[in-house]
């Protein structure tokens, strides 16, 4: 079958006329965000006259890095128009895997190397439900995300993996003679790579497209399916991956590493202006909104709010990320209806 020709829907792949709309939206968001930055800042210095210092930076990209690291393709996912709630089980089971191939001898590289095809494969489970079965992507991830969590405690059961190699105890340490960690280093040339595959080349168009408009970008030569499956499988390997750094960075794993962290990656994709309904959202964004909840983080520390009430900050903010774009969204419609009358009434 002939490639349907890209020219025929110029409004999906070329310059729609919503796209200048929603330049603007993401620049409004993006500000908004750098000035919610700034106000955390000021609030972590003044609840604490030691947060602005190397090492609250230090900790804040210690603790938040693996997340981060989640949240870069689960924006795009969402992007299309899909999500995935399993990335935190696939940090589970890859932190178990880990630890259960030591324990019983394996080489830590070939261990690292499993788990990463773990991950992979994981992504790719999920990809085919998605893409092959048509199955809705919110009820096969929470499928996946019990699956996978199951599996993990199957595999370590109620032990912890530790003694690790001495030389994975520096990925909890600083680089170098810096105040940069590890997994922060790494979420920066991960936003770097991402943030180029998304805004300058075809692919991130086409991503941007199947969010938009799928059913249109499939007809306009976009390989929809395609894409998505890819898009799950670098989740699925990005996390497994962030699951042996969590494991080396807490020299120890357990069966429920990571569990609820799934909120925290989902609310930091939403909260950096990605739409929940797909085709809107930045890397930029996203690399904002990793910043302001890492300085939360912190400052909420500082001050010994427990973990539990910390999650309900987490959840507001998740809520004002849904609930905003909406309400904008609404009142852009209710505008645009109200001028189409009165300009038929004229």
């Known amino acids: 079958m002939a490639t349907p020709d890209v020219s025929l829907m110029p409004d999906v792949l070329e310059e729609p006329r919503s796209l200048n709309t929603m330049i603007r939206s993401s620049v409004r968001w993006e500000s908004a965000l750098i000035v919610l930055f700034v ?21 804040a990209g210690l603790n ?6 989640m949240a870069l393709p689960m924006t795009m996912i969402i992007i299309t128009g899909e999500i995935d709630l399993s990335v935190a089980s696939m940090l589970g089971l890859s932190a178990s895997t880990l630890g259960y191939l030591f324990m019983h001898g394996w080489n830590i590289w070939l261990a690292m190397a499993i788990c990463l095809i773990v ?61 940069i960690a590890y997994d922060f280093a790494i979420f920066v040339v991960l936003v770097l790579i991402f943030g180029v595959v998304l805004h300058m080349t075809p692919v991130g168009r086409s991503i941007y497209a199947i969010g938009l408009q799928p059913e249109t970008a499939y007809f306009s030569g976009v ?17 497994a991956f962030a699951g042996i750094l969590y494991t080396f ?22 909260f950096g202006g990605v739409s929940i309904f797909g085709g ?33 900050v987490t959840g507001c903010l998740l809520l004002v990320s849904v609930l905003i774009p909406t309400a904008r969204d609404s009142v ?11 300009a038929e009434a004229s």
């Open 39 to 59: 106000i955390s800042l000021i609030y972590g210095w003044w609840v604490s006259p030691y947060f602005l210092n190397t090492d609250t930076f230090f900790f």
């Open 64 to 69: 938040f890095g693996e997340i981060a690291i």
């Open 119 to 179: 991950g992979i494969l994981g992504g790719a489970l999920n990809g085919l439900l998605v893409t092959r079965l048509g199955l809705p992507s919110i009820a096969v991830t929470i499928g996946t995300l019990t699956l996978y969590r199951g599996i993990a405690l199957i595999v370590l059961g109620s032990n912890t993996a530790v003694g690790f190699p001495a030389w994975t105890n520096k990925l909890s340490l600083p680089i170098g003679n810096t105040h």
């Open 223 to 239: 390989r929809v399916k395609r894409i998505k499956f890819t898009l799950y499988v670098i989740s699925g390997f990005l996390c």
């Open 249 to 270: 960075q807490q020299s120890s794993s357990a069966s429920d590493t990571g569990v609820g962290l799934e909120l925290n990656v989902v609310a930091i994709a939403l």
């Open 280 to 312: 809107r959202g930045t890397i930029f964004g996203v690399f904002v909104s990793v910043a302001i909840f890492g300085s939360l983080q912190a400052s909420l520390t500082a001050i010994n709010v427990s973990a539990q009430a910390q999650s309900i």
């Open 332 to 342: 852009a419609r209710i505008r645009a209806q109200f001028r189409r009358r009165v």
